[in-house]
């Protein structure tokens, strides 16, 4: 009997596991998930390891600044954007389906649209579109995720948890699709995946040449 309660106080004592910590429309992950690119030549602010899921704004992007990746320091050409969704069974989506939105600009907002793409969301797993020919953008430049076909910000997006390498917010969101707002927690997983320009212009060039 002795031998018995003994046990059942240490058991009382033991710390129940941590809840997932939730802030408005962001929800901190009981375990780090790993989401890595098998691509040798892509833009990324995130680390790779997802610590949030977000629902929070009708819109909510990256600004990439190209000059950021070394040696990518002249025309750039956009092929592919990747981008890592979760759907929490706790938070359901009502939609999978979403905008992805390319736009000139700098730090100060998204300007003029380049693209818009009628995406459908993967669910742990990277969602890629591919830009075929490759999209001409700037060296500054937005991706968003345009969520207005859903009633509550689906779907919702991986984050990392802290500063990227440049020490610069580079993932915001917007209510009204005219004021971003940084996101104070990381990183977007939103990748970019393109060559140089004239690496571009080259392989194009040599196809036309087989073609006569």
Known sequence: MMVLMICLAVASAAPSPAAPAWEGDDLRLDRPVICRSDAGSVLQYDDGTAFWLTWGGLSRGVWFDVTDFEPMDEAWGLGMVELWFFCHSSYPWDTASFYLEIYGGDEGGPEDQISQTSVTASHMG??????DPPLDVPDDFWVLVNTEMSAGGW???YGDDGPNFTGACHSF????????????????????????VSSL????WGALKRLF
């Open 155 to 157: 779907p919702s997006l």
């Open 126 to 131: 990277p969602t890629m579109v591919y830009f």
């Open 173 to 196: 969101t917007s209510d009204d699709f005219l004021v971003y707002e940084p996101w104070d927690f990381g990183d977007f997983f939103i990748r970019c995946h393109g060559l140089p």
């Open 201 to 204: 212009t080259e392989t194009t």
